[in-house]
């Protein structure tokens, strides 16, 4: 099956910095959304990137679909942004909502 | 809306015992899903379901059964309870192929349940 990898698997800032979170997946993808799980355990939908950029606000993220890797950047960081973050991929014929994580990467904003 | 509804939050069962965890959504979605995450290894696809009526394995579905009488509701049972089955629980549900534009493939998660089993 597909496979989804992502870096860098922990990462801690100080408040105001900026960062990138990469994800790679080894074939193609017909869905592939950015996940947070905040420190309380709920999972919130960043972003649905099959391929493209798109923003919202201080988070933007770039999917190179022909590359098979998406990039998550996270500007001006702040203590709420900390949490786990995911990539989950779908592959296959019917996008079916049948997603693939990865295993995370984990955020520390400090103040 | 309330979204995606998932009870009991917590839940503690011993070895062989039987539960549902239950999952509804009000959002009238077509697809449904239900995840275990584990410490250090994401979120795993147990079961999901495409609509009333269909429901297919996921990659982890082994001492899980799953049925889908309604649309809004998809609970997920445990046969007999065993410790590799202490996780946490999340259902999902995406609206499908009858939702509209690109808001047809955002994936709602519930709260989870936190599953123990000794």
């Known amino acids: 099956g597909i496979q989804v990898e992502q870096s860098p698997p922990d990462l801690i800032l100080q408040e105001g910095a900026n960062s990138t979170l990469r994800c790679n997946f080894s074939d193609s993808v017909n869905n592939l959304q950015w996940f947070h799980q905040n420190p309380w355990g709920q999972l919130i939908n960043l972003f649905y990137?099959?391929?493209g950029t798109k923003q919202n606000g201080r988070l933007s993220a770039t999917t190179v679909a022909t590359e098979r890797y998406s990039l998550l950047y996270i500007s001006s960081s702040q203590t709420t942004d900390s949490g786990v973050y995911f990539c989950a991929v779908h592959h296959g014929s019917s996008n079916t909502g049948k997603l693939i994580f990865g295993q995370g990467t984990t955020l520390q904003v400090k103040p | 809306n309330a979204g995606v509804t998932q009870t009991p939050k917590f839940q503690v069962l011993k070895t062989g015992q039987s539960m549902t965890l239950q999952c509804a959504q009000d959002?009238?979605?077509?697809?449904m899903s239900w995840y275990r995450q584990d410490p250090g290894m994401g979120l795993r696809l147990i079961h999901y379901s495409v609509g009333a009526g269909i429901t297919d394995q996921g990659e982890v579905p082994n001492g899980y059964n799953v049925s889908r009488s309604t649309t809004e509701d998809f609970p997920l049972r445990l046969l007999s309870a065993a410790p590799s089955q202490t996780s946490v629980y999340f259902c999902a549900s995406r609206a499908g192929t009858s939702g509209g534009g690109l808001a047809k493939n955002i994936q709602y998660f519930g709260a989870g349940t936190r599953l123990s089993v000794l």
């Open positions: 990137i099959p391929s």
């Open positions: 959002m009238n979605h077509e697809y």
